[in-house]
């Protein structure tokens, strides 16, 4: 059904590589790896989860390894195993849930399958061809049933509500026969073999396209809605936007109006900017300018006119907004500006290829006029070394670049100057080296050492409120573990040990905010386990002696709060429970002494 798509999930997606059949297993893809030292340092620090997707996104690596894993790419950017039978599952990225199973035939959906919302409950459940749904059932978010559907014969379709919306004969999964309904229970519009005037509805049960029908599909004159505003209005054919149309901003500004072939700008058309005047006029292919074309200022001045090659120009010359001859391409090489949609400079330096080139200096600008980036292009891409800046002037970056991102060593600022972190990146994040965290405020609130983006080595976190030392020690992973302290707000240290995995783990010692000495022995997921410690209530002693589990266990005295003893003996599990013990009146006087069993008197003396 047409109105029944995949949701929007991330770009990115994780790849489940336990199954058979996959082209590229981990261990093949990691001894696959030639002597390469910029590729062993990384994988020397990754999961192997995360040096499969490292592969994946990084295209010069692949093509230095001699692979290529664009198979494993779906039209939607997600990632799949399909096993050698046909069969095949898709997971998303960021949060690895499955999110289709089934049957796959030249890269599409073929066959039986199913869906999942990202709840986990059954989202579709039925038979696609060529990727489109023929037959099934479909289920809201909480399981209410919103699609029946046959391949050929009596369906149903159903609003969010449960409202009928179609009712019906289809024929290979197209309605053929029926009626259709608003949502408010009106009959809305009647389709006869294939053919007449429709009304589909998308999420939320808004409009999103009306007009003629033919063969079960969009044919002739049609409208397309987004967010219940027009967006298109022309011709369609086999379901897909072919012939005459117009294209229209959300504002309702006309923006393209032209020919199309299967969706896209295709043949003669014109662009307009947001106040109505041109701004290209000119031929298109698949979607992009190819052939003779002019571009023109937001003022409607010429900007630009000659040729183009797969959306890039190729022979031609730039204009100034006073008329003047700015520069000249010829067979995609030149020295060209590029201006935004408001004809602000964003953009100064070489093109090799139609392509921003490494030759000569790339230069970019903030709309306010301010420098933002300087350096050289590689393949279209920011590579090598190069500048970004603040809006104040001031240096945000400098370092090296290659695919258009932070990659390799480079040095980070604040908006005043100060020195964030200086180290390597990778993929546009913090790698390796020392730096520093700020929060929103600009206030610092780590310094130290990081690996692999997080911090690792030595490091000191300071408070978030009162910006005093909170912390000193080593990382791993991002969190505190091996030897640390922790401290008070007038500088006493609170605790010196071991950590592990962020939280105190081992041999360590607690002080109060005196310095004085209050617990000394082992601990277990941030609590006193095994010991000699003293407890305080409101800086009264009110307990010193053994802990075990993290409770009184063994030997210990109970105070009270003039700092007189009540009770001195054995513990078990927090009480006094079994064993000898003596208790104590204000005077210091023993009034029992024996033994104990559950926490009371067995046998001794009292006076």
């Keep these: 059904m047409e109105n029944y798509k995949e949701d929007n999930y991330s770009k990115k997606n994780s790849i489940n590589n336990d199954k058979k059949g996959n082209q590229y297993s981990f261990i093949n893809l990691i001894t696959m790896i030639k002597s390469i030292y910029r590729i062993k340092q990384i994988f020397s620090f990754l999961s192997e989860k995360k040096k ?21 790419k779906n039209e939607s950017g997600r990632y799949r195993t399909i096993e050698k039978d046909g069969k095949g599952k898709v997971f998303s990225l960021d949060s690895n849930k499955l999110i289709f199973e089934g049957q796959y035939l030249n890269g599409k959906k073929n066959g039986k399958g199913k869906e999942y919302h990202y709840n986990g409950n059954l989202k579709f459940e039925g038979e696609y061809l060529n990727g489109n749904i023929i037959s099934g059932i479909g289920y809201d978010y909480n399981n209410n049933v919103i699609l029946k559907i046959k391949k050929n014969g009596i369906g149903v379709e159903y609003y969010h509500k449960g409202i009928l919306r179609f009712e019906g004969e289809y024929l290979n999964g197209k309605k053929w026969n029926g009626k259709g309904y608003d949502i408010k229970g009106n009959e809305e519009y009647e389709i006869k073999n294939g053919k007449g005037f429709v009304r589909e509805y998308g999420n939320k049960n808004k409009l999103i396209y009306e007009g003629e029908y033919l063969n079960g599909e969009r044919n002739g004159k049609g409208k397309e809605y987004k967010k219940n505003k027009l967006k298109y209005i022309g011709q369609y054919s086999n379901g897909e936007r072919n012939g005459k149309g117009r294209e229209y901003y959300l504002s309702g500004e006309l923006e393209y109006e032209g020919n199309f072939w299967k969706g896209k700008y295709n043949g003669k058309g014109k662009e307009y ?9 000119g031929e298109y292919l698949n979607g992009k300018h190819n052939g003779k074309g002019k571009e023109y200022y937001y003022k409607g001045l010429l900007k630009f006119e000659g040729e183009y090659l797969n959306g890039k120009k190729w022979n031609g010359k730039g204009y100034d907004m006073e008329g003047n001859e700015e520069y000249e391409i010829k067979n995609g090489t030149g020295y060209i500006k590029e201006y935004d949609n408001y004809d602000r400079l964003l953009f100064e330096g070489d093109y090799s290829n139609g392509e921003k080139n490494q030759k000569g200096l790339a230069i970019e600008y903030f709309t306010n006029g301010r420098l933002k980036f300087e350096g050289k292009y590689l393949c279209g891409e920011k590579s090598r070394k190069v500048k970004e800046y603040y809006n104040n002037g001031n240096i945000k970056y400098e370092g090296e670049y290659l695919n258009g991102e932070r990659n390799g060593k480079g040095k980070e600022y604040t908006s005043m100057g100060g020195i964030i972190f200086e180290g390597e990146y990778l993929n546009g994040k913090i790698w390796k080296g020392k730096g520093k965290e700020y929060n929103d405020f600009g206030l610092l609130i780590f310094e130290g050492e990081f690996l692999n983006g997080k911090r690792h080595g030595k490091g000191k976190e300071y408070s978030n409120c009162h910006f005093k030392l909170e912390f000193e020690g080593e990382y791993l992973n991002g969190e505190r573990n091996g030897k640390g302290k922790e401290f008070y707000y007038n500088g006493k240290i609170k605790y010196e040990g071991e950590y592990l995995n962020g939280k105190r783990n081992g041999k360590g010692k607690e002080f109060n905010c005196e310095g004085e000495s209050i617990f000394e022995g ?20 009110i307990f010193e002696g053994e802990y075990l589990n993290g409770e009184k266990h063994g030997k210990g005295k109970e105070y009270n709060s003039k700092d007189e003893i009540i009770f001195e003996g054995e513990y078990l599990n927090g009480k006094r429970w079994n064993g000898k013990g003596k208790e104590y009146n204000s005077k210091d006087e023993i009034i029992f002494e024996g033994e104990y069993l559950n926490g009371k008197r067995w046998n001794g003396k009292a006076k």
């Design 52 to 72: 499969l997707n490292f592969i994946i996104y990084n295209k010069s690596i692949q093509n230095k390894m001699g692979i290529n894993l664009d198979n494993y």
């Design 273 to 281: 900017h947001f106040n109505g005047n041109l701004k290209y006029e």
């Design 522 to 541: 082992e601990y277990l997921n941030d609590k006193r386990w095994k010991g000699k410690g003293k407890e305080y209530d409101n800086y009264i002693l």
